[in-house]
T-cell receptor
């Protein structure tokens, strides 16, 4: 089974600043997918960003970008120009190639301060 | 933007009762899922469903659980005889193919008393 570890239970950031969330995973697979999901206080799970392991280029979506280090099995999320609406729990997730299910980390709560 | 719709948003039930959680996945999606999140804990996979049958289930998904797609739009999770430890947020999700990011519904908070 794949293990996804998020070592930071909580992080706080000033509005307009940058915060980086860490995620490491353990797998013997060579092809897989990695995701970051956001869960705001409404509890809905929202896909933030997706990375394919066979692509070396780091994925970006507007203010969200990842640093994917395959050899180190690391997949960090950077939120630039933080906004109050970014306050949420962020989950890192892993999916094997040709699989159905996501394995989630324990989550990191991000609080953006005004 | 297309949404996955879940009803009800909150359900309270007595221990031992049956509950049915309902979901309407995105219409052109082919794969459907249920996940649960016990308060303060990880999001856990329960079951995946494709082509009108279960494609994979976790060890959590025991004989008390079942899923069904009774018509072309709904996807339901039934818990036959609820236990206190079934109290959780239940998320339905769908996607158009494996390895795509899911679209999650907004969840049903189930409270078993």
């Amino acid at each position: 089974a794949q293990t996804v570890t998020q070592s930071q239970p909580e992080m706080s950031v000033q509005e307009a600043e940058t915060v980086t969330l860490s995620c490491t995973y353990d797998t013997s697979e060579s092809n897989y997918y990695l995701f970051w999901y956001k869960q705001p206080p409404s509890r809905q799970m929202i896909l933030v960003i997706r990375q394919e392991a066979y692509k070396q280029q780091n994925a970006t979506e507007n203010r969200f970008s990842v640093n994917f280090q395959k050899a180190a099995k690391s997949f960090s999320l950077k939120i630039s120009d933080s906004q109050l609406g970014d306050t949420a729990m962020y989950f890192c997730a892993f999916m094997k190639f040709n699989d159905y299910k996501l394995s989630f980390g324990a989550g990191t709560t991000v609080t953006v301060r005004a | 933007e297309p949404e996955v719709t879940q009803t009800p948003s909150h359900q309270v039930t007595q221990m031992g009762q049956e509950v049915i959680l309902r979901c309407v996945p995105i219409s052109n999606h082919l794969y459907f899922y249920w996940y649960r999140q016990i308060l303060g804990q990880k999001v856990e996979f329960l079951v995946s469903f494709y082509n009108n049958e279960i494609s994979e289930k976790s060890e959590i998904f025991d004989d008390q659980f079942s899923v069904e797609r009774p018509d072309g739009s709904n996807f339901t999770l039934k818990i036959r005889s609820t236990k206190l430890e079934d109290s959780a947020m239940y998320f339905c999700a769908s996607n158009e193919g494996r390895n795509y990011g899911y679209t999650f519904g907004s969840g049903t908070r189930l409270t078993v008393v």
